[in-house]
């Protein structure tokens, strides 16, 4: 089955989809990822662009990654 | 009824024909008095209708906006009345609406302090100097900001069990009030020092700006669905009284609410302070209706057929309290939007007869707690509205054994 990652989402609303994001999102320095506490409320309301923006973390490397790991990701996410 | 429909279109093509003449260089003046008499009897949902319907049919947004400028001319300029804000916190003088609109100022200034600095940078002398320590100095104001977050916005959310994201955003502020401090004492004390004005300086400015993006995308969306308008309001209340940045709200803000008393008289149900009310087995005066409602052991609340908080009793220890100001709210509006569609379900079930009760248990302390919900209807079946009967039924779970004798 295609694994589509969608850069607008809700990080809680991708990770609920693909648990399996979770430990990519860790690795890339989302480390409040493991904390439920944080996901649980943050992660329900910010979308992953956003939270990329906020840790300084590069949108393409996390897309690259996401590639990487199987997942696709469409074009328009990419800019 | 196709009558209507046929103004309706007869009046979307004139619009559309009022846009056109704005869009060859008519002026706002010359078209005024068209889209007076066009509009004339018309409600403003309608006049926004349309311009969603010439939206929808490919008409850009831009073209639309011109009008803006003539409903200003014919409204007196208010253009609010057609452009009404579609969520609470669009309206001014929401707490969120307000804590956005200083967040535009903070920015503001942000980016004047930062012109500042690179002016200091370039070539440093007393009146850079002076300039960035005023902007500085201004930006101390943040702190009113903060103070309603931490003190208003923050109880609230730990009372929903979100606790960490406060936590973790109050040690930022803090660590943002000490940094603009620091630059402020270097400033004063040792200006010359640039490298270390500019490192402190620049790391300060960013921490606000960064502040700002995880307040927009974190903390207002968060708040937003999860406080109930109820608590907005005593928010707003209390909002005054730790006063604001570098703006202030222009407009008061009032939860909408419904006059249950004078909706009761409009719809002809006579008040009936004296005389008796007759019941299926027997007349009371009110005062002995209200007596014996607040007696019984056990608190209700009845919201009208059409959503609104109508009674409730006032029994000596009412499980969920209930301030006099939920009176005429909307039902909707007492809850949590996160739980909103739950209490609309068993409003919709109880209407609609699918069902004739609905009811909860839960632990609360040292309570056990049943809440039901009872649909209401007159002996011809027809809705009147919901009850709610809350118990704490701890007590009388316990109960063993009998009891024949009184207690002395």
Same mark, same amino acid.
């Given at each position: 089955?295609?694994?589509?990652?969608?850069?607008?989402?809700?990080?809680?609303?991708?990770?609920?989809?693909?648990?399996?994001?979770?430990?990519?999102?860790?690795?890339?320095?989302?480390?409040?990822?493991?904390?439920?506490?944080?996901?649980?409320?943050?992660?329900?309301?910010?979308?992953?662009?956003?939270?990329?923006?906020?840790?300084?973390?590069?949108?393409?490397?996390?897309?690259?990654?996401?590639?990487?790991?199987?997942?696709?990701?469409?074009?328009?996410?990419?800019? | 009824?196709?009558? &209507?429909?046929?103004?309706?279109?007869?009046?979307?093509?004139?619009?559309?024909?009022?846009?056109? %003449?704005?869009?060859?260089?008519?002026?706002?003046?010359?078209?005024?008095?068209?889209?007076?008499?066009?509009?004339?009897?018309?409600?403003?949902? =309608?006049?926004?209708?349309?311009?969603?319907?010439?939206?929808?049919?490919? &008409?850009?947004?831009?073209?639309?906006? /011109?009008? @803006?400028?003539?409903?200003?001319?014919?409204?007196?300029?208010? $253009? =609010?009345?057609?452009?009404?804000?579609?969520?609470?916190?669009?309206?001014?003088?929401?707490?969120?609406?307000?804590?956005?609109?200083?967040?535009?100022? $903070?920015?503001?200034?942000?980016?004047?302090?930062?012109?500042?600095?690179?002016?200091?940078?370039?070539? %440093?002398?007393?009146?850079?100097?002076?300039?960035?320590?005023?902007?500085? %100095?201004?930006?101390? =104001?943040?702190?009113?900001?903060?103070?309603?977050?931490?003190?208003?916005?923050?109880?609230?959310?730990?009372?929903?069990?979100?606790?960490?994201?406060?936590?973790?955003?109050?040690?930022?502020?803090?660590?943002?009030?000490?940094?603009?401090?620091?630059?402020?004492?270097?400033?004063?004390?040792?200006?010359?020092?640039?490298?270390?004005?500019?490192?402190?300086?620049?790391?300060?400015?960013?921490?606000?700006?960064?502040?700002?993006?995880?307040?927009?995308?974190?903390?207002?969306?968060?708040?937003?669905?999860?406080?109930?308008?109820?608590?907005?309001?005593?928010?707003?209340?209390?909002?005054?009284?730790?006063?604001?940045?570098?703006?202030?709200?222009?407009?008061?803000?009032?939860?909408? /609410?419904?006059?249950?008393?004078?909706?009761?008289?409009?719809?002809?149900?006579?008040?009936?302070?004296?005389?008796?009310?007759?019941?299926?087995?027997? $007349?009371?005066?009110?005062?002995?209706?209200?007596?014996?409602?607040?007696?019984?052991?056990?608190?209700?609340?009845?919201?009208?057929?059409?959503?609104?908080?109508?009674?409730?009793?006032?029994?000596?220890?009412? $499980?969920?309290? /209930?301030?006099?100001?939920?009176?005429?709210?909307?039902?909707?509006? @007492?809850?949590?939007?996160?739980?909103?569609?739950?209490?609309?379900?068993?409003?919709?079930?109880?209407?609609?007869?699918?069902?004739?009760?609905?009811?909860?248990?839960?632990? &609360?302390?040292?309570?056990?707690?049943?809440?039901?919900?009872?649909?209401? /209807?007159?002996?011809?079946?027809?809705?009147?509205?919901?009850? =709610?009967?809350?118990?704490?039924?701890?007590?009388?779970?316990?109960?063993?054994?009998?009891?024949?004798?009184?207690?002395?």
């Amino acid at each position: 089955m295609e694994r589509l990652l969608n850069v607008d989402q809700t990080v809680l609303g991708l990770v609920q989809q693909y648990p399996e994001a979770v430990e990519i999102l860790k690795d890339l320095g989302f480390e409040n990822i493991t904390n439920p506490a944080m996901l649980n409320t943050v992660g329900r309301v910010i979308t992953l662009r956003k939270g990329a923006a906020m840790k300084g973390i590069a949108l393409d490397k996390i897309i690259r990654t996401f590639r990487d790991m199987g997942f696709t990701v469409r074009e328009e996410y990419s800019v | 009824m196709s009558e &209507m429909i046929n103004n309706r279109e007869y009046r979307q093509k004139v619009l559309k024909e009022l846009i056109g %003449e704005l869009h060859r260089g008519k002026s706002v003046e010359e078209v005024k008095e068209r889209f007076g008499e066009l509009i004339q009897g018309v409600s403003t949902t =309608e006049i926004s209708q349309m311009e969603a319907a010439l939206v929808a049919e490919g &008409m850009p947004v831009e073209e639309i906006q /011109r009008l @803006c400028d003539v409903h200003a001319a014919v409204f007196k300029g208010s $253009i =609010e009345e057609i452009h009404r804000p579609q969520k609470p916190e669009e309206t001014p003088g929401h707490p969120i609406h307000t804590f956005r609109m200083e967040n535009r100022a $903070i920015e503001a200034l942000v980016d004047r302090i930062r012109e500042d600095l690179a002016a200091y940078n370039d070539g %440093e002398d007393k009146k850079t100097v002076k300039k960035l320590l005023e902007g500085f %100095e201004e930006l101390t =104001e943040i702190e009113k900001h903060y103070l309603r977050k931490e003190n208003l916005l923050f109880p609230y959310m730990e009372k929903y069990g979100i606790t960490t994201p406060p936590k973790v955003m109050w040690g930022v502020d803090d660590e943002i009030r000490e940094a603009v401090k620091k630059v402020i004492a270097l400033l004063k004390s040792n200006p010359a020092d640039k490298a270390k004005v500019y490192e402190l300086a620049d790391e300060a400015l960013t921490k606000v700006s960064d502040m700002i993006f995880k307040e927009e995308s974190i903390l207002f969306p968060l708040v937003l669905e999860t406080l109930t308008e109820d608590e907005w309001y005593h928010i707003y209340n209390e909002s005054k009284d730790f006063g604001y940045t570098l703006v202030k709200p222009k407009a008061k803000w009032k939860p909408v /609410r419904v006059d249950v008393e004078e909706k009761a008289l409009e719809s002809g149900e006579e008040p009936s302070n004296d005389g008796y009310i007759e019941f299926d087995a027997g $007349i009371m005066t009110p005062e002995e209706v209200n007596a014996v409602l607040n007696t019984l052991p056990l608190d209700m609340t009845f919201v009208d057929k059409d959503g609104h908080v109508k009674y409730f009793s006032m029994g000596k220890e009412r $499980i969920f309290s /209930r301030p006099k100001t939920v009176l005429g709210r909307e039902v909707q509006n @007492c809850h949590p939007p996160a739980s909103v569609h739950v209490v609309e379900k068993i409003v919709e079930d109880l209407k609609s007869g699918k069902k004739d009760h609905e009811d909860f248990w839960i632990r &609360m302390g040292p309570r056990y707690v049943f809440i039901r919900y009872f649909a209401v /209807r007159n002996a011809k079946g027809e809705y009147l509205g919901v009850l =709610e009967v809350t118990q704490d039924i701890k007590p009388i779970q316990e109960i063993t054994g009998e009891k024949r004798l009184a207690t002395d």
